[in-house]
């Protein structure tokens, strides 16, 4: 059977779209292909969300500053790609985060990205010092767009570098943009803006 999703157009002032559903493989991919991610709390139906306006950053927008960019070149951090995943979502969903409680990224939500993982499209960026995950983030990535979903840090600027990583990737690949969701003051100090829900959908049908 098709998953059928309602036009984004149809979202209400604060984004959402629809609510209900599951989160197969087959039905996040719909959605991700259409501009639209899953965001709910515990207790909630799925929740289905399509924002207006977007917040995305265009790889060759991104701001690295001098200190990130001496960090990035420091010889004691290394950077990984999909090593460890279910590390990478675990901690993003167990860090704690000012302002907030609780989280969204809810064992359902865990296994969901995980299965996404196992097929090809849930990837991460990890970063290291020594042997010890310090920062990293996840996302998914489909017709040439990463949709990040989630990042955390345990020490300065080690999510900043795993989003420079993920930006070089970016550029080597040919990536139209990176979906950032929603705005935060943090994302735009880093090169993100604000677009068009309209802007968006042309952007990711192009």
């Given at each position: 059977?098709?998953?059928v999703?309602?036009?984004?157009?149809?979202?209400?002032?604060?984004?959402?779209?629809?609510?209900?559903?599951?989160?197969?493989?087959?039905?996040?991919?719909?959605?991700?292909?259409?501009?639209?991610?899953?965001?709910?709390s515990?207790?909630?139906?799925?929740?289905?969300?399509s924002?207006?306006?977007?917040?995305?950053?265009?790889?060759?927008e991104?701001y690295?500053?001098?200190?990130?960019?001496?960090?990035?070149?420091?010889?004691?951090?290394?950077?990984?790609?999909?090593?460890?995943f279910?590390?990478?979502?675990?901690?993003?969903?167990?860090?704690?985060?000012?302002?907030?409680?609780?989280?969204?990224?809810?064992?359902?939500?865990?296994?969901?990205?995980?299965?996404?993982?196992?097929?090809?499209?849930?990837?991460?960026?990890?970063?290291?010092?020594?042997?010890?995950?310090?920062?990293?983030?996840?996302?998914?990535?489909?017709?040439?767009?990463?949709?990040?979903?989630?990042?955390?840090?345990?020490?300065?600027?080690?999510?900043?570098?795993?989003?420079?990583?993920?930006?070089?990737?970016?550029?080597?690949?040919?990536w139209?943009?990176?979906?950032?969701?929603?705005?935060?003051?943090?994302?735009?100090?880093?090169?993100?803006?604000?677009?068009?829900?309209?802007?968006?959908?042309?952007?990711?049908?192009s």
């Amino acid at each position: 059977m098709s998953i059928v999703f309602p036009d984004p157009s149809e979202a209400t002032d604060e984004g959402l779209l629809a609510m209900g559903g599951n989160l197969k493989a087959e039905t996040l991919l719909t959605a991700y292909r259409q501009g639209i991610f899953p965001w709910f709390s515990a207790g909630d139906p799925v929740l289905w969300w399509s924002p207006d306006p977007r917040m995305v950053l265009l790889p060759r927008e991104f701001y690295c500053n001098k200190r990130l960019s001496r960090r990035l070149k420091q010889q004691k951090y290394r950077f990984s790609w999909n090593e460890a995943f279910e590390t990478v979502i675990r901690t993003c969903a167990e860090i704690p985060r000012k302002g907030e409680s609780g989280t969204w990224i809810l064992p359902e939500m865990i296994d969901a990205y995980r299965n996404l993982h196992k097929q090809g499209h849930a990837h991460s960026v990890e970063v290291w010092e020594a042997d010890k995950l310090i920062g990293g983030l996840y996302g998914v990535l489909q017709n040439h767009i990463f949709f990040a979903e989630s990042m955390f840090s345990k020490k300065t600027d080690a999510s900043k570098m795993a989003l420079a990583k993920l930006i070089e990737r970016a550029n080597r690949k040919g990536w139209k943009l990176i979906d950032c969701q929603f705005h935060t003051g943090h994302l735009e100090s880093l090169g993100a803006k604000e677009i068009s829900r309209d802007a968006f959908m042309k952007l990711i049908r192009s």
